[in-house]
């Protein structure tokens, strides 16, 4: 059986939320910091810890099957490669800042202005979508610095809450893309058996983490409204109580609407409410 071998990101805002899923996916491996590689015991799996800018070139060169790695990552690589599955972590966007006492006020006003960035490809293609020409800086580093130092008008870089650009005296003033990291694959190993077994594992933890377990006590009488408002799975699992006229409802939640649902619940007539969290959901 071929082993296969998934690359993530040696250290860095990636490689604790990769490493716990993966672990959440049932794969039993040391997460080695001194190491490259590190086997998988309980599957056909190594994995690989390396610098998240090799990662899609890695993955596009077949020296690794699957990777995961920030979608910025790979448009900036422009290399050729299978999205295989979003995985909600990691989020952040990619934005051109200019400081606070700047005179650019649209993006018009980018026209001949130096833009400095370690993102140039995906700064490029947008300006060139958006008819602007800018002088595009390549900086490696700090590139929020750039516009104190006079080195630039304006800066292109991730930004996640913000705090950097405001401590650096800088405001956000346009979306260039939203990123968040990505599973990955080759363009040969998608349609692997193994692949999609552990595409399969991923997404059973993904919709977990989406999903509250929910276990309420109603009256049958009630039972219609409640049922109305838990889609559930498929559909909610009802079990007679002990006591005449009562019954025990299980669903599922999702997250978003949690808490909004849990207040309806309550005016439906649902008593007795627990919540737990989920491990895995396979459909």
Same mark, same amino acid.
Not at 1 to 28: F, H
Not at 51 to 54: E, I, K, P, Q, Y
Not at 140 to 163: K, R, W
Not at 169 to 173: R, V
């Given at each position: 059986?071929?082993? $296969?071998?998934?690359?993530?990101?040696?250290?860095?805002?990636?490689?604790?939320?990769?490493?716990?899923?993966?672990?959440?996916?049932?794969?039993?491996f040391?997460?080695?910091?001194?190491?490259?590689?590190?086997?998988?015991?309980?599957?056909?799996?190594?994995?690989?810890?390396l610098?998240?800018?090799?990662i899609?070139?890695? +993955?596009?060169?077949?020296?690794?099957?699957?990777?995961?790695?920030?979608?910025?990552?790979?448009?900036?690589?422009?290399?050729?490669?299978?999205?295989?599955?979003?995985?909600?972590?990691?989020?952040?966007?990619?934005? #051109?800042?200019?400081?606070?006492?700047?005179?650019?006020?649209?993006?018009?006003?980018?026209?001949?202005?130096?833009?400095?960035?370690?993102?140039?490809?995906?700064?490029?293609?947008?300006l060139?979508?958006?008819?602007?020409?800018?002088?595009?800086r390549? #900086?490696?580093?700090?590139?929020?610095?750039?516009?104190?130092?006079?080195?630039?008008?304006?800066?292109?870089?991730?930004?996640?809450?913000?705090?950097? $650009?405001?401590?650096n005296?800088?405001?956000?003033?346009a979306?260039?893309?939203?990123?968040?990291?990505?599973?990955?694959?080759? /363009?040969?190993?998608?349609?692997?058996?193994?692949?999609?077994?552990?595409?399969?594992?991923?997404?059973s933890?993904?919709?977990? /983490?989406?999903?509250?377990? +929910?276990?309420?006590?109603?009256?049958?009488?009630?039972?219609?409204? +409640?049922?109305?408002?838990? &889609?559930?799975?498929?559909?909610?699992?009802?079990? &007679?109580?002990?006591?005449?006229?009562?019954?025990?409802v299980?669903?599922? #939640?999702?997250?978003?609407?949690?808490?909004?649902? #849990?207040?309806?619940l309550?005016?439906?007539?649902?008593?007795?409410? +627990?919540v737990?969290?989920?491990e895995?959901?396979?459909?």
């Open positions: 059986m071929k082993t $296969l071998k998934i690359a993530i990101q040696k250290s860095g805002r990636l490689n604790e939320k990769s490493v716990e899923l993966l672990k959440n996916c049932g794969l039993n040391e997460n080695y910091k001194s190491s490259l590689i590190s086997p998988v015991s309980n599957f056909p799996l190594e994995i690989l810890f610098r998240d800018d090799d899609p070139e890695y +993955v596009q060169d077949g020296i690794a099957d699957l990777g995961i790695v920030g979608e910025n990552v790979i448009q900036e690589t422009e290399v050729e490669v299978s999205y295989l599955q979003r995985l909600g972590f990691g989020k952040c966007s990619l934005k #051109i800042a200019v400081p606070n006492n700047s005179d650019i006020n649209s993006l018009a006003d980018l026209h001949g202005k130096a833009i400095a960035t370690t993102y140039p490809a995906i700064l490029g293609k947008f060139k979508e958006q008819n602007i020409t800018s002088d595009i390549t #900086i490696s580093g700090s590139v929020e610095i750039s516009p104190g130092l006079g080195l630039s008008d304006a800066i292109c870089d991730l930004v996640s809450t913000g705090g950097t $650009l405001k401590s005296g800088l405001k956000p003033f979306d260039v893309m939203s990123s968040e990291a990505v599973l990955i694959g080759s /363009k040969s190993i998608a349609e692997s058996d193994l692949v999609q077994e552990l595409i399969q594992r991923v997404q933890v993904l919709r977990a /983490k989406e999903t509250k377990y +929910v276990v309420l006590n109603v009256e049958k009488q009630n039972l219609p409204a +409640v049922i109305a408002l838990l &889609p559930g799975v498929k559909s909610p699992s009802v079990v &007679p109580l002990a006591e005449e006229d009562w019954v025990a299980h669903t599922v #939640i999702p997250e978003r609407d949690f808490w909004d649902r #849990i207040s309806q309550k005016q439906a007539g649902a008593q007795g409410i +627990v737990m969290p989920i895995k959901i396979i459909l």
